[in-house]
């Protein structure tokens, strides 16, 4: 964790935006650990009307 939010936060200070969402009791794949909450908070970042 303390690696990517290294590399996040050069990011952000680089002027790139960055959302962190937080699933508890996950692994490096929260995608395929817990979909449908990795969908929503994706399509809430992006904008899409369904998140």
């Not at 929260?30 to 904008?47: T, Y």
Request: proline residues 8%; neutral net charge.
């Amino acid at each position: 964790m303390s690696q990517t939010r290294d590399v996040l936060h050069g990011y952000r200070a680089a002027g790139g935006a960055v959302t962190e969402v937080v699933l508890e009791v996950v692994g490096p794949s929260p995608h395929l650990e817990r979909p449908a909450e990795f969908r929503a908070a994706l399509l809430k970042v992006i904008g899409h009307p369904a998140g």
